[in-house]
Each structure stands twice: as structure tokens, then as C-alpha cells.
């Protein structure tokens, strides 16, 4: 299993809707995860952290499932700027401090 | 907050060149520094973990004579890309953890076209 896995998409979510996708890791150890927002030939920003049950931000949300391993990230009342790749971002298991990276959720959000 | 600076952002060489691309945190100290390859609709692959001081480590299938890395100081990694050839175009970002503010930060990025 790899060690995190994401639906590449693209998710076509008309404007003003809901979307929400997951990412499943297999390090049943992992205690911090990251979703990351990367734009077109852009680096990746820091959108949200989730260190427990899950993290709310405005109209996004993350949610933890230890049991199933999978985190989620809800995005409510899509905007046109919403439109880009969302990372997720786990710690590895060699404790290097390095963090494996899912292929993305590609949003696109339609007017 | 932190930031990681990047440089060049573009850089354009001819084949058989090479090319040096810095990344520098600029007001906290970096003793490790990630390097990643990221191309067209792909997700980031982490090159190496360069680490301040010592060897760069690097992950499986990545050429460390191709891809020469130093971390001479704690706030400067550089990545060489050693006799370029096309196949090595690429979209190259490095980034830093900030453990104060507990998050990765992301230089941004250097895109090489090897003519």
C-alpha cells in the first residue's frame, strides 16, 4: 500500500456547491497531517494542519478517521479561486522528518 | 512567518550544462533542507534530505553524482544539476521545517528547460 494515496480527480464542483475528498495513509502511526494547496506551476502553501479529530477554517474543514486511516477536506461554498491541487502531506515512517506527499485532488471549480 | 527563498526561478541551459539552484531560509535555521522534482500533472518526489554539515541523503533512484547537493550553512542548500540533459527538465523545489512554527515551508520552485 503506498504510503498515501489520494484520488487525482479533476473534481469539477460547479460554484457556490460542496466537495469534499480523502486521503488514505498507511502509517497507522501518524500523528500530524497537512493538506497543502498548490496553484499551477506554483509551490505548495500550508492550507491546513490536522493534529487530532480534524481542524476547521472558514469554509474548509479537515477530518481525521484513525480508524479507517483516511483524512478528509471539505470545502464548502467553492469559490472560482478555489480552483487548484490540494496535497496531502504525512509524516514517513524512517523519522527523517521527511513527509510523503499524495499525487493531489485537482479542483476545478465551474462558474 | 518563515520563509524559503529560492533561486533561480527560471533557468534555461543547453544540454550537456550545469546548473546550480540555492534555497535559503531566510530568518530561521534550517538544519535539514528536502529537495523535490515535481513534473507536469505529477505529484512532488522527494529527491533528497540534505542535512547541514553532512551528506545529502538521497532516495531511491536518484543519481548523487547527477544530483549534487551541499548544505554548507543552516540557512543554505544548494542543488547542482550536473551535465543537464533534456529528461532532467523539471519543476525543482526545495523546502524547510520551521520546528517553532511546526510547518514546512516551500521555496518557489526553479523550473529548468534543458534545450
Known amino acids: 500500500r503506498k504510503e498515501v494515496e489520494q484520488d487525482p480527480g479533476p473534481f469539477n464542483v460547479p460554484e457556490g456547491a460542496t466537495v469534499a475528498f480523502n486521503c488514505t495513509y498507511s502509517?497507522?502511526?501518524?500523528?500530524?497531517f497537512f493538506w497543502y494547496r498548490q496553484d499551477c506551476r506554483k509551490e505548495p502553501k500550508l492550507l491546513m494542519s490536522?493534529?487530532?479529530s480534524g481542524n476547521e477554517d472558514g469554509r474548509f474543514t479537515a477530518q481525521l478517521n484513525r480508524a479507517s486511516q483516511y483524512i478528509s477536506l471539505l470545502i464548502r461554498d467553492s469559490k472560482l479561486s478555489d480552483s487548484a491541487t490540494y496535497l496531502c502531506?504525512?509524516?514517513?515512517?524512517?523519522?527523517?522528518?521527511?513527509?510523503?506527499f499524495g499525487k493531489g485532488n485537482q479542483v476545478v471549480v465551474i462558474p | 512567518g518563515a520563509v524559503v527563498s529560492q533561486h533561480p526561478s527560471w533557468v534555461i541551459c543547453k544540454s550537456g550544462t550545469s546548473v546550480k539552484i540555492e534555497c535559503r531560509s531566510l530568518?530561521?535555521?534550517?538544519?535539514?533542507m528536502f529537495w523535490y522534482r515535481q513534473f507536469p500533472k505529477q505529484s512532488l518526489m522527494l529527491m533528497a534530505t540534505?542535512?547541514?554539515?553532512?551528506?545529502?541523503?538521497?532516495e531511491q533512484g536518484v543519481e548523487k553524482d547527477k544530483f549534487l547537493i551541499n548544505h554548507a550553512s543552516l540557512t543554505l542548500s544548494t542543488l547542482t544539476v550536473t551535465s543537464a540533459h533534456p529528461e532532467d527538465s523539471s519543476f525543482y523545489i526545495c523546502?524547510?521545517?520551521?520546528?517553532?512554527?511546526?510547518?514546512?515551508?516551500f521555496g518557489e520552485g526553479s523550473r529548468l528547460t534543458v534545450l
Open positions: 523546502s524547510a521545517r520551521d520546528y517553532s512554527f511546526g510547518e514546512l515551508f
Open positions: 502509517n497507522s502511526a501518524s500523528q500530524s
Open positions: 490536522v493534529y487530532s
Open positions: 502531506v504525512v509524516p514517513q515512517r524512517d523519522g527523517n522528518n521527511r513527509l510523503a
Open positions: 530568518d530561521f535555521q534550517a538544519t535539514t
Open positions: 540534505s542535512n547541514e554539515g553532512s551528506k545529502a541523503t538521497y
